[in-house]
């Protein structure tokens, strides 16, 4: 399999894969895969309607990884891929998607990107989702994920979101339903600057003593502009907790819409929201301990992004 | 080490300081007090930076420090532990600390906090003020600095850890020979441990000099 620069270290960066990785994986580059590979328990199959693959993974597969990165590295391409996930009983596996796009010429590349997962039950399952944009084009960046969950009874889904660099615009929708003792934990971080827009989107419904934990930090540089939309539904007794915590810096705008809907009077639900920019005091306790007021910006949004 | 020169400080029309002038040779243990409001806070944060005074000189180790930035007197040996400490979400305690200096257990430790519980812990609302407190009053200790300030490092801490506090300052004063305490207090137990003490009182000092002469004068006007 031979891949280019651009490809190679688009997929370190959202895959952190340096070479062929042991296991499941699927490669995706420019529209076409350009290398694929089942495992023992996990079976990967193109789609025969649309574009994207069928992840089949058996009840009782514990500890394995499935890498499915995606890469564009030419102007123009706008794609539309659907990945199902199913999910076996009993399953503790790691799911490793992310795209990066690398555009250097005039026209916009999209990837929207649609992954469903139908988890079974007594499942962990974690998801780790890295996007990215490089290339200095006038064309766009444009990434549009939608991930869908169907978690089911007494399983775990574990989702780590991250957009830091380079995507000019995205539209993040994220929409789960939890069956009974079924459990969500989303960690989700955002970085804008320049001229980018992001929206993300969620809406969890939360079964019988389910519960949702949705952690979004972002940061909005420059003139970018992000919109963070949340609903949890609490259909029955469940618990719900969701924090949106904005940094901005310059002259961003972040717009924060946190929605709890609680149809249950047993449903306990709680949203947090802070928008705001680097507070003073952390920047002069930083700069007490020698750093320069450039360094202690650096450390807080690094670790605020972590 | 220390030469404070006719400092004043003006706030919406009202003096909070008013032409205060000390010296503060190094090895000193120096202990600020004095009423609410007698302008304790503003005088430390003046020596750190975090405030310019409207008026006035400060020399550190003969070095005319008055117009530098909190990182320029911090690189210098100046160190502060605030009075109310700071929060970062997404920082830890080893890497504030590590910022701060090497011996990030050795200074937890001191505060009474055990490094395996708490150097992976976030600088969040998931920890106690008290706990905040400690880790920010071991930020300043890991500096190692040749003056550190300490801003009311018994606001916001529980009895047993206070105890353990002030044998904490007891050790400082004396294992360190060159390097100079400086504690703003109210506390007896720490006005107690201190070899200089100097009363503010509207913006002026009233007394200064050593404990011995100060101390049982305040412990006189308490009954």
Not at chain 1, 62 to 83: L, Q
Not at chain 1, 234 to 256: F, P, Q, Y
Not at chain 2, 122 to 145: C, D, F, M, V
Not at chain 2, 159 to 181: A, N, P, V, Y
Request: negative net charge; charged residues 25%.
């Amino acid at each position: 399999m031979r891949l280019s620069e651009e490809v190679k270290q688009i997929f370190c960066e959202v895959a952190e894969l340096t070479e062929i990785p042991a296991g499941a994986y699927n490669f995706r580059v420019n529209g076409k895969s350009v290398g694929r590979q089942s495992s023992e328990n996990i079976d990967i199959k193109p789609k025969t309607d649309v574009s994207g693959l069928e992840i089949y993974i058996k009840a009782d597969t514990k500890n394995e990884i499935v890498h499915i990165p995606v890469a564009i590295s030419v102007t123009g391409i706008e794609e539309d891929v659907y990945n199902d996930f199913h999910i076996g009983d009993n399953s503790d596996v790691t799911i490793v998607a992310g795209c990066g796009i690398y555009n250097c010429g005039g026209e916009n590349s999209v990837h929207n990107g649609i992954h469903r997962f139908f988890i079974g039950k007594n499942c962990k399952v974690k998801y780790i989702e890295r996007h990215l944009g490089l290339g200095r084009g006038a064309g766009g960046k444009i990434l549009n994920p939608t991930t869908e969950l169907e978690v089911g009874e007494n399983s775990e889904a574990t989702l780590y979101m991250e957009q830091l660099k380079g995507v000019d615009s995205t539209i993040r929708i994220t929409k789960a339903n939890l069956a009974k003792d079924a459990h969500i934990v989303v960690e989700e971080r955002l970085l804008t600057h320049g001229r980018q827009t992001a929206e993300s989107v969620y809406q969890i419904e939360l079964g019988e003593d389910s519960t949702a934990d949705i952690n979004s930090r972002a940061v909005a540089r420059d003139i970018s502009r992000q919109k963070f939309a949340s609903c949890i539904v609490g259909n029955s007794r469940c618990r719900g907790h969701s924090a949106c915590d904005a940094i901005l810096m310059e002259d961003a705008s972040v717009l924060a819409e946190p929605a709890l809907d609680a149809k249950s009077p047993d449903a306990a639900l709680i949203h947090e929201a802070a928008i705001g920019k680097i507070a003073g005091d952390e920047i002069i306790k930083l700069c007490s301990l020698g750093l320069t007021e450039a360094e202690a910006e650096s450390k807080i949004i690094n670790g605020f992004l972590k | 080490m220390l030469e404070v020169k006719n400092i004043s400080f003006v706030a919406d029309g009202r003096k909070i300081l008013d032409n205060v002038s000390f010296r503060l040779e190094p090895g000193s243990f120096l202990v600020i007090t004095g009423p609410n409001g007698s302008g304790k806070s503003t005088l430390a944060q003046i020596l750190m930076g975090i405030k310019k005074p409207s008026a006035g000189q400060i020399l550190f180790d003969s070095q005319d420090i008055t117009e530098f930035s909190v990182t320029e007197r911090a690189k210098l040996g100046l160190a502060f532990a605030f009075q109310q400490p700071v929060k970062f979400k997404g920082l830890t305690v080893r890497e504030l600390l590590e910022i701060a200096g090497k011996n990030v257990e050795g200074v937890l430790t001191k505060v009474g906090l055990d490094p395996t519980e708490y150097l992976d812990r976030e600088l969040s609302s998931t920890l106690s003020g008290g706990e905040l407190k400690r880790i920010e009053i071991a930020s300043a200790l890991a500096r190692e600095a040749k003056l550190t300030i300490f801003d009311e490092p018994e606001a916001g801490i529980d009895l047993w850890s206070f105890e353990k506090l002030t044998d904490t300052f007891s050790e400082l004063r004396d294992q360190t020979k060159d390097r100079s305490i400086m504690i703003i207090s109210h506390q007896e137990r720490i006005l107690k441990i201190a070899d200089q003490i100097m009363i503010l009182e509207k913006g002026k000092i009233k007394s200064f000099g050593p404990a011995t002469e100060i101390l049982p004068k305040i412990l006189e006007g308490q009954k």
